[in-house]
Structure formats: C-alpha cells, structure tokens
C-alpha cells in the first residue's frame, strides 16, 4: 500500500463550514483519523467508540462519528 499528500477540506455535520487541511492519504486505510480539536471546533459529536490495532500491535480505543469531507471538489460524508 502507499501513502499520500493532498489538501482537503473536513466539514461540519451539515456541510456548511469546512476548514483547509493537508492530510495524508494511507491508501489502504477503511477509515478517515483527524484531530479531535478540529473535529469538536466544528460540532461533530461522537456517536460510538471502536477498538483498533495499531502497526505496532498495539490495542487502543477511539470515539468514532461522522462528518463531511471535500476532496477536490468532491463532497462527501466519512
């Protein structure tokens, strides 16, 4: 798999404010990771908790909600 860098926008649940980031993109990933600060700053709210298994193997939980994204004009919810 690879990995790589693009300029993306995440947004708020409802699509109507979103904020610039670079980001990188692990071609094999399931599931989008952004900063927590970023995400409560535009209102998205947990609505479960999941465990995942790191690289290293290690074992950690995290909350887990649902928001929009803009990908090159693309928009979307993750």
Do not use: C, H, Y
């Not at 990188?24 to 927590?36: E, H, K, M, Q, R």
């Amino acid at each position: 798999m690879g990995a790589l860098n693009v300029t993306m926008e995440i947004g708020d649940p409802q699509g109507q404010r979103f904020e610039q980031v670079e980001a990188i993109v692990d071609i094999g990933a399931t599931l989008t990771s952004a900063p927590a600060s970023l995400l409560r700053r535009l209102g998205v709210t947990p609505s479960r908790r999941g465990t995942f298994i790191l690289a290293n193997g290690e074992r950690v939980e995290r909350d887990l909600g649902e928001t929009r994204v803009r990908v090159e004009g693309i928009d979307t919810t993750t």
